[in-house]
């Protein structure tokens, strides 16, 4: 059965700051990795995808993955309230393109 | 890019009636649908898998001849809830694949509560 596995949370910062979002993944031919925002009543949106091993960054979004740990997080710098939402994470491990979910992790990012 | 509309954006009908939702990528071809459900404080579902001009892939435990999905174009898929129950009620998104993607874009989702 593969998985992916997100702290639930809630993970809760100070506005400014630096929020930490993790992913685990049990499946070691995964290939492409993402993480989404969803607001409540909001259908999810895409905010990074990472295919190499490193750092991909985009705005004050910082993908990493580390293959050979299997896992992938996102960091956010100079979170804002706006950011507060449930981050999920979603790994494509074959060629039928299907996602395996995380369960999320809700951020409050706190004013 | 990657604009996605889903109609409607919310329908209440009442118990045994049918309702279906549509879902047009509006500035890209999209070989490959999928179709979510999410119910409240849970993570999203895949229901099925469709390919343009191929049956639908239901994953376990969804019923085929209670979803039925269309995907007779590039740009268009249908979601027919049949014979809707109140247990049916959910949060229903769709998905399209771009050709030559590998991320995967939704639609706002389409709120559905059976009375």
């Known amino acids: 059965q593969k998985e992916v596995e997100q702290n639930s949370g809630p993970l809760s910062v100070p506005e400014g700051a630096i929020a930490s979002l993790n992913c685990t993944y049990s499946?070691?031919?995964?290939?492409?990795f993402f993480w989404y925002r969803q607001y409540s009543g909001k259908s999810p949106e895409l905010i990074m995808f990472i295919y190499s091993n490193g750092d991909k960054e985009d705005g004050r979004f910082t993908a990493q993955l580390n293959k050979a740990s299997q896992y992938v997080s996102l960091l956010i710098r100079d979170s804002q309230p706006s950011d507060s939402a449930t981050y999920l994470c979603a790994v494509n491990a074959g060629n039928n393109r299907k996602l395996i979910w995380g369960l999320g992790t809700s951020l409050a990012v706190n004013p | 890019g990657a604009v996605v509309s889903q109609h409607p954006s919310w329908v209440i009908c009442k118990s045994g009636t049918s309702v279906k939702i549509e879902c047009r990528s509006l500035d890209f071809q999209a070989t490959t649908m999928f179709w979510y459900r999410q119910f409240p404080k849970q993570s999203l579902m895949l229901m099925a898998t469709s390919n343009e001009g191929s049956k639908a892939t239901y994953e376990q435990g969804v019923e085929k001849d209670k979803f039925l999905i269309n995907h007779a174009s590039l740009t268009l898929s249908t979601l027919t809830v049949t014979s809707a129950h109140p247990e049916d009620s959910s949060f229903y998104i769709c998905?399209?694949?771009?050709?030559?993607?590998?991320?995967?874009?939704f639609g706002p989702g389409t709120r559905l509560t059976v009375l």
């Open positions: 998905s399209p694949l771009a050709v030559g993607f590998r991320e995967q874009f």
């Open positions: 499946d070691r031919g995964s290939q492409s």
